[in-house]
């Protein structure tokens, strides 16, 4: 046969060829060992990370009373916090970047030995090499470090202060670039305004990010600072007081129908304030004195807190804290008595409705009669009657905050028993008046008729 035949040039190139290297088992070992330290120091500086950030101001207080070498190592990492997330990133990066190039060698390797595809072991190797970096380098140093945060900052603020120090140029000049760039790229916007939150909110609740309870605080902690006393205070007429002729035992029948622990004194009038009297203060004459016997309330009455209406809730609430006190009596602008206003009051506007058990018998301020009509108080609020019916009146615009104000405001004088009166939509009809106030109003709303067309007969509504 000729030897130049292409069968036996074919045999004769494959006898020449070198065989498959065999795998040293010694390298490998070697190999393997390399690539679990470097599993080792990953988790070592993931762990670090967590361990050093999450520890609290508690924490580092009980670091520095320690005063041995650990703790000042960790306080001394710690101070500055910026360059030390650098060195901590450079690290973790280097370790992860040379156990993938480490283990893509060793699986190249391998491939080569047992004859396998290199391009679908490369693929598997890729695979486990993932799943292994997050278990063993990630996620369970991470969950060690965040339960014993103290302890393994600790343990490995030695190690790492080292490293810090040696790549502390890099570091530190990143850190300082990076600061530098972010005071010259940062943006010149103004501060978010009530409204902003307010949209973000409602944003918020209907990507179902926020409850609707959430939505709604927040709605009231940004409206919180724009509402005044006069908006949330007890009227004059409501007011529940002590004259300071009242014997012991009228005044602890006052408390007791009243359930209030704290009851204004006047003389004469409200307009005469003189204190105000705690129910807890009454304790001491229980036992001593005849409950018809007169007492001296002004020696016992604590002193009053006057406010505007006009003043903003905010600073109401800065003033009870400041005056460690929980009521004060709203005067207008001729130094009457307006109202009354308690703390209650005040985080009412922001959790909503407090009630104990003196509020569980409280009268409700709507009966429904069917979906449109309501009998109403005349106190009820008129951002309530918004909610209530659906509608949408501009509460902002009005000097008034009640039902009964929008019908004075309306009538002009003051109404009789079954005057009517219509407002946007709203149909109001007096049914009870005592002693010049308005006390119960039927309150019709008629939705304005939508797609509505006019025709030779009249209004039609399209279907």
């Known amino acids: 046969m000729d030897p130049d035949s292409p069968p036996l040039a074919l045999a004769h190139f494959l006898v020449q060829q070198p ?38 101001t508690a924490d580092r207080d009980a670091l520095a009373q320690a005063h041995d070498r650990a703790g000042r190592r960790v306080l001394q990492l710690l101070s500055q916090p910026r360059s030390l997330l650098i060195t901590i990133l450079i690290l973790n990066t280097l370790v992860n970047v040379a156990a993938a190039i480490l283990a893509a060698l060793m699986t190249h390797q391998v491939a080569r030995a047992y004859g396998w595809s290199p391009g679908l072991t490369v693929f598997l190797e890729v695979i ?12 369970t140093p991470k969950l060690i470090a965040t339960r014993h945060a103290r302890a393994f900052s600790r343990a490995i603020s030695g190690p790492l202060l080292l490293f810090h120090r040696v790549l502390y140029p890099v570091s530190g000049a990143l850190a300082r670039t990076m600061r530098a760039l972010q005071n010259r790229l940062k943006p010149s916007t103004r501060p978010l305004s009530g409204e902003d939150l307010k949209a973000m909110a409602e944003i918020g609740e209907a990507h179902g990010t926020l409850e609707e309870e959430e939505k709604a605080l927040i709605h009231s902690i940004v409206e919180f600072g724009e509402t005044t006393v006069r908006e949330i205070m007890v009227s004059r007429l409501d007011i529940v007081a002590l004259p300071v002729t009242a014997t012991l035992a009228e005044a602890i029948e006052t408390i007791r129908t009243s359930g209030h622990s704290r009851l204004p004194l006047y003389v004469e009038h409200l307009d005469n304030i003189l204190g105000i009297i705690y129910a807890k203060d009454l304790l001491r004459f229980l036992s001593g004195h005849n409950g018809q016997q007169h007492i001296d309330w002004t020696r016992l009455a604590r002193p009053t807190m006057f406010v505007p209406l006009g003043k903003k809730l905010d600073d109401l609430l800065r003033d009870f804290q400041a005056k460690k006190t929980h009521i004060a009596i709203v ?33 409700r301020l709507y009966e429904k009669i069917d979906e449109h009509t309501y009998r109403c108080d005349a106190r009820i609020n008129l951002d309530d009657l918004n909610e209530l019916l659906g509608v949408d009146l501009d509460t902002e615009s009005f000097d008034f905050e009640t039902l009964g104000g929008l019908i004075f405001h309306l009538t002009g004088a003051i109404p009789s028993v079954g005057t009517e009166v219509t407002y946007k939509g709203l149909h109001m009809r007096v049914e009870t008046i005592e002693n010049h106030r308005i006390g119960q109003v039927l309150v019709r709303y008629e939705p304005p008729l939508e797609n509505k067309e006019i025709s030779e007969k009249g209004v039609s509504e399209t279907p």
Not at 345 to 356: A, C, K, M, Q, Y
């Open 128 to 139: 486990a090499l993932t799943f292994v970096l997050l278990v063993v380098s990630e996620i």
């Open 19 to 56: 065989p498959p290297p065999s795998l040293d088992p010694g390298v490998f070992v070697v190999a393997f060992g390399i690539f679990a330290l470097l599993l080792f120091v990953s988790a070592f500086v993931s762990g670090s990370e967590v361990a050093l950030f999450s520890l609290s």
């Open 331 to 363: 005067v207008d602008e001729y130094g009457g008595t307006a109202g009354l206003v308690t703390l209650e009051n005040v985080l009412e506007e922001i959790v909503g409705d407090i009630r104990d058990e003196h509020d569980e018998t409280e009268e």
